[in-house]
């Protein structure tokens, strides 16, 4: 009986993960189809569901009559810059909340706790108006500096450096080593995998991140990825296999990346969604 309440049980969780499963991949499938379609075979009914013959003229046009190599060059740029910049921040600031005695300490970790009940689009529009006048708007600056403010990275190192041994630090210090060296050669070695995970967690982020671009950006050339392939949409029209052609290209280096660091991408959520 217990085998068979096994058995039972688990062919439904398999099934309901299978038709989850099935719903997610659907749309990235559809889109595929569609670009390696031709325009009379998007609108069929009944639809086509394998492209025939498969083509990509599609892709060879967007590639060719759009700024996309430049919007790869824009996002590659602003996202590593992103990546590496909150984590050097945050893992500095999140030792200092963690290892050092100061006055203040706690008020200021309560003040990086409260970053999560303030909704980012509150601050859009004042943001936008300081950004115009330093004239950083359409420029790599404007991008990426009001996006280094990730106060869940900060919660996740110290939550790992709460859990170093407080003798590491002071047979340091009896060396002469300075904090800075300490956090970078005792510290973050021992949180390397920690490291890894939050700078690919934080990439993808930043790479798919389209609200802020969105209005940061005037011109064309500037565009990152996310919001360039709105462009595409603008200029085609109903052309539905280039529209999917370029959402296609704007989803492959994330999709290529995730395949490859798939468990640290994994740990990484998890390690924010469980802080949350």
Known sequence: MRRRRFSASSAVVTAITVAIAVVWVFPVYWALNTSLSVDTQTVKIPPVWVPSPPILDSFKYVIANTAI?????????TSLAIDVLVLFLT???????????????????VFFLAGFMIPGATNVVPLFMFLNRLNMVDTYLGVILPQLVYPIAVVVYKQFFDQMPQELGDA??????????ILFTIFLPLNLGITWALAIVLFLFAWNNFFWPFIIIASTPMMTIPV???QVQSWYGIAYPRIMASAVLAALPTAILYLIFQRRVTQGVAITAGIK
Do not use: P
């Open 69 to 77: 190599i430049r919007w790869y060059f824009n996002s590659v740029v």
């Open 91 to 109: 893992m500095m600031c999140a030792y200092a909340l963690s290892q050092i005695a100061f006055r203040g300490r706690r008020a200021l970790f």
């Open 172 to 181: 340091a210090r009896m060396d002469g080593a300075s904090d800075f060296r």
């Open 228 to 230: 360039g392939i709105t």
